[in-house]
C-alpha cells in the first residue's frame, strides 16, 4: 500500500508561499463565506479581516503581495471549489491491540510538523506534542498489572445533536480554529491566533497546545524544517491538522492529473505512515471503500469520551474489556480501573 | 484653608474640603510605586520572555489571571448597578456614591483588560478578536462589551475631572460637565445593558464548554445557566465591593465621606440580591449533578483530588455566602460597622471564589479517566502582574479623591 | 466659549458621524489595519524567531530518495523526502523487504542526527585534557599523516600487536577493510562491540557446527516463547519484529499467535504477550530447563528430529565405554518442577502448562536474548533455550530458528603479509579471546579494560574506533575511563560527538549515514538473505571523508605489504568490485534479496564433528577446553550471580531497555528524548522502577529522591512505583547518562553500565551480566 503521496515520481512544483498559514476554506465575505455562516453553526462569523483579503487578491484593489498561484492555473479557490458538494470525513481507527507504544508516530509527527524541541522536554505539562502516546494501566498490584498505550491526536470533534459544534471552534474569538464540513477537520490559523487560550480550555483531550517559549533550533538544525508547515512563534495555540498540508498536496497532485478524486492512499497523515505496527489507520470514514469504513464498525470500537457528545472522529479497538473503559469520563481516583501509568 | 498650612496644589483641591500635605501624600504615591514596579517588571518578563515565565501550563490556559479578570469585573459591577439604582430605579440617596461607584468601576476595568493584555500569548494581536469576531464565542462579546463599557465609563469619568476647581473655571468645560449630568440616565442605560450581558458572558465562558462536565451548564436558549447566576452574583458582590472601598479610602482619609444611610441602602439591597442568587445557586448546583451524572461525571469525582475537597462547597455558598447574607439582611448586624465590613469582605471574598472555582478548578477536574490529576498555583510573576493594578487602583483612587469633588457628602460630613 | 445644549449635542453627534463616516471610507485606515495584521502575524515573528528571516524553511523541487537506516543493526530501508537539497522527512520504505514501510522513533529522528550540533564538523585534535572537550581543527592531511606516523612508528618498533580496534559490525566492507588492515599491519586486536550475537554465534557454532548468527523465521511462528527479549522493544530489526508482531495479534486469524513473555519486569513487551512469567532475574535457563524437563517427560517433543539428528540427547559412551550423561537424563533427574519452581519463582501449574503449549504448538519458536540484544549473557542460557527449539524440532523449518544467510559477495584476494604482520597476527588477542583460556570465543568486548587495567603499562598503544562507543556502552565505566586513560593514542572516526570522540585524541569523522555508500549486510535475526544498499542521500554537509577511503588512505601511506593489501582507488571502488554481479541490481533497487532463500534440511544443516545437532557438545574437547563437570557439556543452568552481598546491598538492580531510548552507540536524538515519559525522566534525573511494597519499606513515596548504590557505583535517582516489576528488584532505563553531545542529551540521568560490572561467563569469558545488587537509600 503506497501510504506517501508519490504515485509516479516527483510532486507537484509550489513557489514559495506558505499556503497553510491560512488553510483553506478561508472564511471570509464572498457568497461562499456567507453560505458558510449561514450554513453552519459555531462557524466563524463575518470578519472585517475577510474583507479586505478578498480586496486584496490578485487583481484586487488592494494588492497584498504577489500571491503566486500555487499551480497555474489554479487558485485556492477554484481548488476549493474542485469538491464542491461532495463531503469527507477524515478520520482514524487505532488498533490498541496493536500498538507498542514505540512512540514512532509522535516523532513522526515531530518531524514532519516542525515542532519544536527544548533541552528540557521533561515536563509534559509544557512541551509541545501534537500526536501523544498515553500510557494507562488497570491499577492492579503485581503480578497482575497490566499497561496499554493509548496514541491521541487531535480528535477532530465534529459534535452532534444537543451539542452541534466542536468544543473549541465555537469558543475561539477570533475565528482562529475552524470546523470543516468538506473534510471534518479542524484547522488552526497560527498567524490569526492571539493566544487567549480559550480553546485549550474547551477541549477535554488536552490536544491543544500552546507555545510557551519562541522555538530555536541549534544552527544548522533549521535545515530540515518542513516547508509545507509553518513555523509557529510564541504565543499561540497548536495542535494536530491530520496533516492537512499533505491533503492539499494530494489535492493538488490529482487536479493536475485531471483527476476529482484522491485515492486512499494518496493522502495519509504522517504517524499513521510511520507506525510500525501498522496499529493506526486513517482514511474517509463515509467511504466505504476505504478501510477506516469497516474497522470503525468493530464491536471492539470505542471512542474517547463518547459520552460527552463531542463526536470525535478517532476510533479505538481493543479486545481487552479494561481498556476499552479508557473512553470512560474520569469517575474519580478509585472510580474507573483505568489510571494512568 | 488657611493660606499657612496650604497645600502646594491647593488651587487643585476641591472647595471645602481638607487634604493632607502634598509631601505626605506624594510619599504615599511614591511608596505604591514600590509594589507597583515589581508588577511592571512582571508584566514586562511576560511580554519579554513569553509566558513560561508564569506557571501557567497546557492542562492550566487558564490561572491567576482568568480568575481576577472575571473577580475584577464582577466586583466592578458596582458601579453599573448603583448607576442604575441611582438613574433607572431613582434611589436618590445613591447619589452621593454613585460617583465613586464609578471610579472604582474604572480601575476595575482598566484592570480586567490589563491583565487580558499580559494574558494572551500575542497582545499586538490582540485587536483580532474585534477583526475576526467570532460571532459564537462568549469571549467576542465579553471583548466587545467591556470596551464599550469601559468607554461609557470614562465618559461617566468625564464630568468629574471637568468639575475639577480649576478645569470648572472654563466655561466650555463647565458647560460639557453640565450636559454630560443632564445625559447621565441615558449613559447609565447604556451602561446597564453593557453590563448586563458581559456578566453574563463571563459566566457563559465557562458554561458552554460542554467537554468539561464540571462547569457545563443546559440553559436559556444559548445562554447557559451560569450566565444568570453570573450577573445575579455581579449585582449582589458589585455593592458590597463599593461598600468596602468606600470604607478602606474612608480609613485613609481618616474621615467619613458618605452618610451611614446611603451604605445601609446598598447592603440591604446586596443581602437581598444574595439570598436570591444563595437560593437559585443552590437548585443550579443540584440540577448540575444530574446534568453531570448523565455524562457519567459523579459528582464525587469533581471533588475527589486534593486539595479540591467537598470543603470548597461549604466555603463558597456556606461560609462565604449564607453568613454574609445572614449579615447583610439583619438591620442591626448592618449597622455595626464591623460586621458591615466583614460581611461585605466574605461576600466579594466569595464571589472571587466562585469565579476561580468556575475557570480554574473547572481545568483541575481530570475529564478523560486516565488522566493524571495535577494542581495548579500562580507564581510570583502572575501575581505580581495581578496585584499590580491593585498598587495602581489606589494610586488612581488617592489622586481623584484628593483632586477631583466625588463624594458630594463630604463637605456636609466634615465641617472645616 | 459657551457651550449650550443644542450645540453640545450637535458636536457630539457631528462629530461622531464625521469621524466614523471618514474612517470607514478612506483605504489608508484599511490599508493600515491590514499591515498590521501582516506585520503582527508574518514580519513580527520573523524577528521574533531569532532572525531566521532566510533561514525559514525555504520551499523547492520535492524528490524522494531511497537509502537505509543504519542507526542499530535493524537495517531498515528508508525512504527520504528532499525539498531541493535539504532532507526533510525519513519514513520507511515501501516494499523494503525487512521493515515494508514502518520506522521506528530512533529512524524517524535521524534528521535530527544529520544536521545536529554534535556532528563532527572536520578532523579534530584534542587541545586540552582528555574529556575537557577543547578541540581544535586540523585538515585531513595533518589529521591522516598523524595517524600514519603513530602506526607507522609502532610497527617499526615491532609493536604492531599493540594496535586495536574495536567496531560495531564485523560484516560488510567497511569492517573488512579494517580486519585486512590489522592483518596486513599485524594486530589481531579487531573487537566487535557486545551483543547477544556473541553468545549465539558461539552456542550455534557448538551445537550446530555453524559460522553464523542466528535466524528467525518470526512471521510464520504461532507460539512465541520470548526469554527476556524486548520483542517491542528493539530486539533483533526493531520494525521488523513489530510487524511480527502485529501479525501475531491480528484476531481471529489463522496468523494469530500466542506470545509468552518470561521476564522479571512488565515490558512493553511483557503488557501485550498473551501471558507474562515473572521470573526471577537470572533464572530464565532454569526455567527453560524446566519446561525441556516436561515436554521430555510427556514426550511431547520431535522424536524424528531429536532421534535421527542430535547427538547427546540420550546416554552415550564412548570408544573406552565411559558413559556420558545425555541431555534427557539431565532435565529429567535435575530440572523436576518443584526445584525449578524454587529457583524462578513461577509456580508448577504454570511451568507444566507452558511446557505443554509450547510443545504442542504448531510452530513454536523460542527466543532468546535479552532486551534489546545488546549484552553477551551467558551462554549456557541461550543453550539452553536453544535446546527447546532443538526439542520441539523447529530447527530450520517455516516458523522455526535458523542461521542467518548472507548474500554471497565476492571475496577479496589474500593479504600477503610480512614478518612483522605475521609476527603481529599470531600474538595473543588483548581480550583475551581465542587463547587457551577461552579458545571458541572470537571477540571479548568487555574483557579490554581489564587487560589494560590489570595488565602492563602499553597493553593498548593505540586504539581506533568506527561505529562504536566502546567508552559509553562497555560495562563498568570506571575500569572503561581508567583503561582508556591507560591507552596514548586514541583515534575516533565518529561522526558524532559521543563519549569516545570526546576522550579521543584525534577525530576523523566519517560521513553521516545520509552521506556515505556502504553495503548492508542481512540484518539481525532475519531469515533470509538481504543486502541493502546506504546510499548518500544528501552531498556531506560538514567537512568529512568516508572511513574507507581514510584507513585505504593511511595504510597507502604506511606503505609496503599494508599498502599492497589495498589495490582498490577508492571506497566507492571496493564496494562495486565486491558486490561484483549484484551491484547492479544493488544500485537500482538498493537491495537484492533471496526471498526464496531456504535453510538447509536437517541432514546437511549440521557442521558439528558428529554430524548432527549437539546437545552434548563435543567441540568443548576438540578446542582444548577445560571443562569442569560432565554437566558443563550439556546446557544447564549455570547460574550467574549478581555481584554484591546480599547484606549490604538487599535489592537487584536490572536494566530496562527502552524503545525511545537509545542505548548504544547513537545518543537519543532531542525528539527521542522528547517521546519519554513523564515516569523516566525528569528535568535531569531519571526514574527507576521500584514495586511499591519495597518502597515503602524505605519510605520511598513516588518521585521522591534516592541514593541508588552498588557496588560499581552510585548515582542519584528519582522514585518511580510501578507495580510491573516484583518486590526486591528495581530497574534502570539504560541509554541516559550521557557526558558527550550537548545540552539536548548531555547530563540527563544516569549511564546504567556505571553502575553494572562484568560478570564473566565461565565458558566463553563474555559478560553475563544480567544485573548486579543495589541499595537504595532515602535523601
Redesign the interface.
Known amino acids: 500500500m503506497l501510504r506517501n503521496a508519490r504515485q509516479a515520481g516527483l510532486e507537484p512544483i509550489i513557489p514559495s508561499f506558505q499556503y497553510s498559514i491560512i488553510p483553506w476554506p478561508r472564511p471570509g465575505f464572498s457568497l461562499c463565506g456567507i453560505l458558510h455562516l449561514l450554513s453552519h453553526q459555531g462557524g466563524p462569523g463575518f470578519s472585517f479581516g475577510g474583507i479586505v483579503q478578498l480586496l486584496s487578491r490578485q487583481g484586487g484593489p488592494i494588492a497584498k503581495r504577489s500571491e503566486a498561484s500555487f499551480y497555474e492555473g489554479v487558485t485556492m479557490k477554484e481548488a476549493h471549489h474542485k469538491g464542491h458538494g461532495k463531503t469527507y470525513k477524515y478520520g482514524m481507527v487505532v488498533d490498541l491491540d496493536k500498538c507498542t507504544g514505540c512512540g514512532a508516530c509522535m516523532v513522526a509527527c515531530m518531524a514532519e510538523n516542525n515542532l519544536p524541541f527544548r533541552k528540557d522536554n521533561s515536563d509534559r505539562l509544557r512541551s509541545s506534542l501534537w500526536m501523544r502516546v498515553y500510557k494507562i494501566s488497570n491499577g492492579l498490584p503485581f503480578p497482575d498489572m497490566e499497561i496499554s498505550y493509548i496514541p491521541r491526536p487531535c480528535q477532530h470533534c465534529e459534535g452532534h445533536g444537543h451539542h452541534a459544534a466542536t468544543p473549541c471552534v465555537s469558543v475561539c474569538p477570533a475565528c482562529a480554529t475552524d470546523y470543516s464540513h468538506e473534510t471534518g477537520i479542524v484547522s488552526q490559523i497560527y498567524t490569526r491566533c492571539f493566544g487567549c487560550r480559550y480553546c485549550m480550555a474547551a477541549c477535554p483531550y488536552h490536544v491543544r497546545i500552546f507555545n510557551w517559549w519562541d522555538p530555536t533550533w541549534p544552527k544548522g538544525m533549521e535545515k530540515y524544517l518542513n516547508p509545507d508547515v509553518s513555523v509557529r512563534m510564541r504565543g499561540v495555540v497548536e495542535k494536530c491538522s491530520f496533516c492537512y498540508h499533505r491533503l492539499q498536496r494530494a489535492r493538488n497532485k490529482a487536479y493536475a492529473e485531471g483527476r476529482r478524486e484522491i485515492h486512499e492512499d494518496e493522502y495519509q497523515t504522517a504517524c499513521t505512515q510511520a507506525c510500525p505496527a501498522g496499529a493506526i489507520t486513517f482514511g474517509d470514514l463515509d467511504n466505504p471503500e476505504h478501510k477506516v469504513y469497516e474497522l470503525k464498525k468493530s464491536r471492539y470500537a470505542f471512542r474517547l469520551l463518547e459520552e460527552l457528545g463531542t463526536n470525535p472522529k478517532v476510533y479505538y479497538v481493543s479486545t481487552r474489556d479494561w481498556v476499552r473503559k479508557a473512553g470512560d469520563v474520569y469517575t474519580g481516583k478509585k472510580g474507573n480501573d483505568v489510571m494512568p501509568a | 484653608m488657611d493660606s499657612a498650612s496650604a497645600s502646594f496644589d491647593s488651587a487643585l483641591i476641591p472647595e471645602g474640603v481638607k487634604r493632607c500635605k502634598l509631601k505626605w501624600f506624594l510619599l504615599w504615591i511614591g511608596i505604591l510605586h514600590g509594589p507597583v514596579m515589581v508588577g511592571v517588571v512582571a508584566t514586562l518578563m511576560c511580554w519579554g520572555l513569553a509566558l513560561n515565565v508564569t506557571y501557567l501550563n497546557n492542562n492550566f490556559p487558564f490561572g491567576l489571571w482568568i480568575a481576577a479578570d472575571l473577580g475584577v469585573i464582577a466586583l466592578g459591577a458596582g458601579a453599573f448597578f448603583t448607576g442604575f439604582l441611582r438613574y433607572i430605579l431613582n434611589i436618590d440617596e445613591l447619589k452621593n456614591i454613585v460617583n465613586f461607584a464609578v471610579v472604582i468601576g474604572i480601575m476595575c476595568y482598566a484592570a480586567a483588560q490589563a491583565i487580558l493584555g499580559v494574558d494572551i500569548g500575542q497582545p499586538l494581536r490582540g485587536w483580532f478578536i474585534f477583526w475576526h469576531a467570532n460571532v459564537h464565542s462568549m469571549l467576542t462579546e465579553v471583548a466587545f462589551c467591556i470596551t464599550c463599557y469601559f468607554m461609557v465609563l470614562c465618559i461617566e469619568y468625564l464630568p468629574l475631572i471637568l468639575e475639577n476647581r480649576q478645569i470648572n473655571k472654563i466655561g466650555f468645560f463647565h458647560g460639557m460637565a453640565h450636559h454630560l449630568h443632564e445625559a447621565m440616565p441615558t449613559i447609565a442605560a447604556i451602561g446597564v445593558f453593557l453590563s448586563f450581558f458581559h456578566q453574563g458572558s463571563l459566566g457563559g465562558v465557562p458554561g458552554v464548554l460542554y467537554g468539561r462536565p464540571f462547569a457545563f451548564r443546559e440553559g436559556f436558549l444559548v445562554w447557559p445557566w451560569t450566565f444568570f447566576l453570573f450577573i445575579l452574583s455581579a449585582i449582589a458582590a458589585g455593592p458590597c465591593f463599593t461598600i468596602l472601598i468606600t470604607w478602606i479610602t474612608e480609613k485613609f482619609a481618616r474621615k467619613r465621606l458618605v452618610k451611614r444611610n446611603v451604605i445601609d441602602i446598598l447592603a440591604r439591597i446586596s443581602g437581598r440580591l444574595l439570598v436570591v442568587y444563595l437560593v437559585l445557586k443552590t437548585i443550579d448546583t443540584v440540577y448540575w449533578v444530574s446534568i453531570a451524572g448523565k455524562v457519567g461525571a459523579p459528582f464525587s469525582s469533581f471533588y475527589a483530588n486534593h486539595p479540591y475537597g467537598y470543603w470548597v462547597l461549604v466555603l463558597e455558598l456556606g461560609i462565604l455566602g449564607v453568613i454574609p447574607a445572614i449579615i447583610l439582611l439583619s438591620t442591626k448586624a448592618r449597622q455595626n460597622e464591623n460586621l458591615l465590613v466583614i460581611a461585605c469582605l466574605l461576600n466579594c471574598a466569595g464571589i472571587f471564589m466562585n469565579r476561580w472555582i468556575m475557570t480554574v478548578q473547572t481545568l483541575v477536574v481530570p475529564v478523560m479517566s486516565f488522566d493524571k490529576f495535577v494542581s495548579y498555583h500562580p507564581n510570583w510573576v502572575e501575581y505580581a502582574s495581578t496585584l499590580l493594578y491593585l498598587w495602581l487602583g489606589a494610586i488612581f483612587i488617592s489622586i481623584t479623591y484628593r483632586y477631583l469633588p466625588i463624594f458630594p457628602q463630604e463637605k456636609e460630613l466634615n465641617p472645616l | 466659549?459657551?457651550?449650550?445644549?443644542r450645540t453640545?449635542?450637535e458636536l457630539s453627534v457631528g462629530f461622531s458621524l464625521g469621524a466614523g463616516a471618514g474612517i470607514m471610507l478612506t483605504?489608508v485606515n484599511?490599508?493600515l489595519?491590514?499591515d498590521?495584521?501582516?506585520w503582527?502575524?508574518?514580519l513580527?515573528?520573523r524577528y521574533?524567531?531569532?532572525g531566521?528571516e532566510g533561514?525559514?524553511?525555504?520551499?523547492?523541487?520535492?524528490?524522494?530518495a531511497d537509502s537505509v537506516c543504519t542507526l542499530c543493526p535493524g537495517g531498515c530501508g528508508i525512504?527520504v523526502?528532499k525539498?531541493k537539497d535539504?532532507?526533510?522527512?525519513?519514513?520507511?520504505r515501501?516494499g523494503y523487504p525487512v521493515?515494508d514501510?514502518?520506522?521506528?522513533?530512533l529512524?524517524?529522528?535521524g534528521?535530527?542526527l544529520?544536521?545536529?550540533?554534535w556532528?563532527v564538523p572536520s578532523p579534530l585534535r584534542r587541545a586540552g585534557k582528555r574529556g575537557s572537550g577543547k578541540f581544535e581543527r586540523i585538515t585531513w592531511d595533518e589529521a591522516i599523516n598523524k595517524v600514519v606516523q603513530k602506526l607507522g612508528d609502532l610497527r617499526q618498533r615491532g609493536q604492531s600487536h599493540t594496535v586495536a580496534s574495536i567496531l560495531g559490525s564485523d560484516r560488510g566492507t567497511v569492517p573488512q577493510l579494517f580486519g585486512r588492515f590489522l592483518s596486513a599491519y599485524g594486530s589481531p586486536n579487531l573487537i566487535r562491540t557486545a551483543s547477544a550475537e556473541d553468545t549465539y554465534e558461539l552456542a550455534l557454532g557448538l551445537m550446530q557446527g555453524a559460522t553464523a548468527s542466528v535466524g528467525y523465521d518470526l512471521e510464520r511462528a504461532n507460539f512465541i516463547l520470548s526469554f527476556g527479549s524486548g520483542l517491542?522493544?528493539g530486539w533483533g530489526s526493531?520494525?521488523r519484529v513489530?510487524?511480527a508482531?502485529?501479525i501475531w495479534?491480528s484476531?481471529n486469524s489463522k496468523d494469530r499467535a500466542t506470545v509468552v513473555q518470561i521476564e522479571p519486569r512488565?515490558s512493553?513487551t511483557a503488557?501485550?504477550a498473551d501471558n507474562?512469567y515473572?521470573v526471577n532475574p537470572g533464572t530464565e535457563a532454569a526455567l527453560a530447563l524446566g519446561l525441556a524437563h516436561i515436554i521430555v517427560k510427556e514426550s511431547l517433543y520431535d522424536s524424528a528430529f531429536v532421534q535421527n539428528h542430535t547427538f547427546g540427547f540420550e546416554d552415550w559412551s564412548d570408544a573406552t565405554g565411559k558413559t556420558y550423561m545425555g541431555f534427557k537424563r539431565l532435565v529429567l533427574t535435575e530440572y523436576k518442577p518443584g526445584a525449578v519452581s524454587m529457583t524462578t519463582g513461577i509456580s508448577v501449574t504454570k511451568i507444566v502448562q507452558l511446557a505443554r503449549a509450547f510443545a504442542k504448538a504448531k510452530r513454536p519458536l523460542a527466543v532468546w536474548g535479552r532486551g534489546k540484544g545488546t549484552t553477551s549473557g551467558s551462554l549456557y542460557e541461550c543453550m539452553a533455550v536453544h535446546a527447546l527449539n532443538a526439542l520441539v524440532g523447529n530447527i530450520n523449518q517455516l516458523g522455526g530458528v535458523s542461521t542467518r544467510p548472507q548474500v554471497a559477495t565476492r571475496a577479496w584476494p589474500a593479504v600477503s603479509r610480512d614478518g612483522t604482520a605475521r609476527k603481529g597476527s599470531h600474538r595473543p588477542r588483548i581480550d583475551g579471546a581465542g587463547t587457551s583460556r577461552y579458545p571458541l570465543t572470537r571477540y571479548l568486548p568487555d574483557r579490554w579494560p581489564q587487560a589494560i587495567n590489570g595488565g602492563r603499562p602499553g597493553t593498548i598503544q593505540a586504539l581506533l574506533v568506527h561505529e562504536a562507543d566502546p567508552y559509553f556502552t562497555t560495562t563498568d565505566s570506571a575500569a572503561v575511563a581508567k583503561a582508556f586513560d591507560g591507552i596514548p593514542f586514541v583515534v575516533s572516526f565518529s561522526t558524532y560527538l559521543d563519549e569516545t570522540a570526546y576522550h579521543a585524541d584525534l577525530i576523523l569523522p566519517n560521513h553521516h549515514y545520509l552521506e556515505r555508500w556502504e553495503d548492508i549486510p542481512t540484518p539481525v535475526g532475519l531469515q533470509k538473505p538481504i543486502l541493502g544498499l546506504l546510499r548518500p542521500v544528501v552531498s556531506p554537509?560538514f567537512d568529512t571523508r568516508h572511513v574507507g577511503d581514510v584507513l585505504m588512505t593511511i595504510a597507502k601511506e604506511l606503505g609496503g605489504t599494508v599498502a599492497d593489501a589495498f589495490p582498490w582507488e577508492d571506497y566507492e571502488t571496493v564496494l562495486k568490485e565486491t558486490m561484483g554481479d549484484k551491484w547492479g541490481t544493488l544500485e537500482e533497487e538498493g537491495y537484492v534479496e533471496d526471498a526464496g532463500y531456504k535453510p538447509p534440511a536437517w541432514r546437511k544443516a549440521f557442521g558439528t564433528p558428529s554430524g548432527k545437532f549437539e546437545f552434548y557438545i563435543t567441540a568443548f574437547d576438540q578446542a582444548g577446553m577445560k571443562v569442569d563437570k560432565d554437566v558443563g557439556y550439556l546446557p544447564h543452568y549455570e547460574p550467574v550471580e549478581a555481584e554484591g552481598d546480599s547484606s549490604t546491598y538487599p535489592l537487584t538492580l536490572i536494566p530496562a531497555e527502552l524503545?525511545?531510548l537509545a542505548d548504544g552507540a547513537i545518543g537519543n536524538p532531542?525528539?527521542?528524548?522528547?517521546?519519554?515519559?513523564?515516569?523516566e525522566?525528569?528535568?535531569?534525573d531519571l526514574f527507576v522502577e521500584v514495586?511499591?511494597k519495597t518502597a515503602a519499606n524505605y519510605g520511598l513515596s513516588e518521585g521522591r529522591c534516592a541514593m541508588l548504590e552498588t557496588p560499581r557505583g552510585k548515582a542519584k535517582v528519582l522514585v518511580h512505583l510501578f507495580?510491573?516489576?516484583?518486590?526486591g528488584v528495581i530497574a534502570i532505563p539504560k541509554g541516559l547518562g550521557h557526558a558527550a553531545y550537548?545540552?539536548?542529551l548531555a547530563g540527563k540521568g544516569v549511564n546504567a553500565n556505571s553502575l553494572m560490572g562484568v560478570v564473566e561467563d565461565p565458558i566463553s569469558g563474555l559478560s553475563a551480566t544480567w544485573g548486579i545488587r543495589a541499595k537504595l537509600t532515602r535523601v
Open positions: 466659549m459657551k457651550l449650550d445644549r453640545f449635542i483605504p484599511w490599508k489595519m491590514d498590521m495584521t501582516i503582527s502575524q508574518e513580527w515573528p521574533q524567531l531569532g531566521l533561514r525559514l524553511p525555504q520551499t523547492g523541487e520535492v524528490t524522494h525512504t523526502r525539498v535539504r532532507v526533510t522527512k525519513i519514513e520507511g515501501e521493515n514501510g514502518g520506522i521506528c522513533p529512524g524517524v529522528a534528521l535530527q544529520l544536521y545536529g550540533p556532528r517491542i522493544e526493531p520494525v513489530i510487524k508482531h502485529s495479534r484476531g512488565l512493553n503488557a501485550k507474562w515473572p554537509q524503545i525511545r532531542p525528539f527521542c528524548t522528547k517521546a519519554l515519559e513523564e515516569t525522566l525528569k528535568g535531569n514495586n511499591p507495580e510491573g516489576i516484583m518486590p550537548d545540552d539536548y
